[in-house]
């Protein structure tokens, strides 16, 4: 049974300060992704990855950085926050190049 | 540019009836197609997917039909049970790399 989990469910940051979202998965998985979930938007690629060191943007890089030093962990970075970083974040793994597993999710609020 | 659109913010079904989730793509070059359900508080979890080689799949009460002439996808759930409720993301993969394009999602009510 495939298990992503992410360093915590909910956070409150102030803005400009730095704030580290960590997720660690089980299952030997090569790739990993974050996405920011907002009504009405879906779900969005911030960062991917298919390997240790290796790093990939995605569709909304703008404001984020991403460390992968061991294969089962991929931390994303949000170097000074803003509100308009207030979101869900998911972070997911996958082996095949399409079904991808979820973790529970980061609801992050920005003050 | 939103290469995969879901047009219906939400949808309300009876229990028991039938539920029709749909779903329409652009890029061409998109080869397979995922539905992805979630909970409140919960990450989405994988329901089922579908090749572009196919034009149906079926899982037990979930059924995903692929047409590729109107690119456009759809998910039966038959019969609806108020568990169902939940959203329900379309997602697309092709070209390149691992990467999923994920809808806006809908949010399916089933009613008992």
């Known amino acids: ?111 | 540019d939103q290469q995969v659109k879901q047009n219906s913010p939400s949808l309300s079904v009876q229990e028991g009836r039938i539920s029709i989730l749909n779903c329409d793509y652009t890029n061409s070059m998109f080869d397979y197609f995922l539905w992805y359900k979630k909970y409140p508080a919960e990450g989405p979890t994988f329901l089922i997917s579908i090749s572009s080689i196919k034009d149906k799949n079926e899982d037990g009460r979930f059924t995903v039909f692929l047409n590729k002439s109107a690119k456009h996808l759809s998910l039966h759930i038959v019969p609806s049970q108020p568990g169902d409720s939940a959203v329900y993301f379309c997602a697309a993969s092709g070209g390149y790399g691992n990467k999923l394009v994920f809808g806006a999602g809908t949010i399916l009510r089933v009613k008992s």
């Open chain 1, 1 to 111: 049974d495939v298990k992503v989990t992410q360093s915590s469910r909910y956070l409150v940051k102030r803005t400009g300060e730095k704030v580290f979202l960590e997720c660690v998965q089980d299952m030997d998985h090569e790739n990993m992704f974050w996405y920011r979930q907002d009504p009405g938007l879906g779900l969005r690629l911030i960062y991917f990855s298919y390997d240790v060191k290796m790093k990939e943007k995605g569709d909304i890089p703008e404001g984020y950085s991403v460390s992968r030093e061991k294969k089962e962990r991929f931390s994303l970075i949000l170097e000074s926050a803003s509100t308009n970083q207030t979101s869900m974040y998911l972070c997911a793994s996958s082996f095949s190049p399409y079904e991808q597993y979820f973790g529970p999710g980061t609801r992050l609020t920005v003050t």
